[in-house]
């Protein structure tokens, strides 16, 4: 009779055990590789001539240095 009660509880107590430890298991997600993308700089509608960043559209300017800017037909002084 002892054998058979001591089978029962250790049957019983491994079940228990593997019941237990499924229920707590984390569950594996798939992770995805997401592929990097591209950001280039926006490029501008219209090509600008070089001057100062005041001057308009069709006004042409001669960098001087310094932040001194002479127009283009102005001449030698």
Do not use: Q
Request: net charge positive; charged share 25%.
């Amino acid at each position: 009779m002892f054998k058979r009660m001591f089978t029962l509880l250790v049957i019983l107590s491994v079940a228990g055990i593997g019941v237990a430890d499924a229920a707590s298991k984390r569950k594996r997600h798939k992770t995805r590789a997401i592929p990097p993308t591209l950001n280039e700089p926006a490029r501008p509608a219209v090509a600008r001539t070089p001057g100062p960043p005041w001057a308009g559209p069709g006004e042409c300017y001669t960098d001087d240095g310094y932040g001194r800017y002479v127009l283009c037909g102005a001449g030698k002084e």
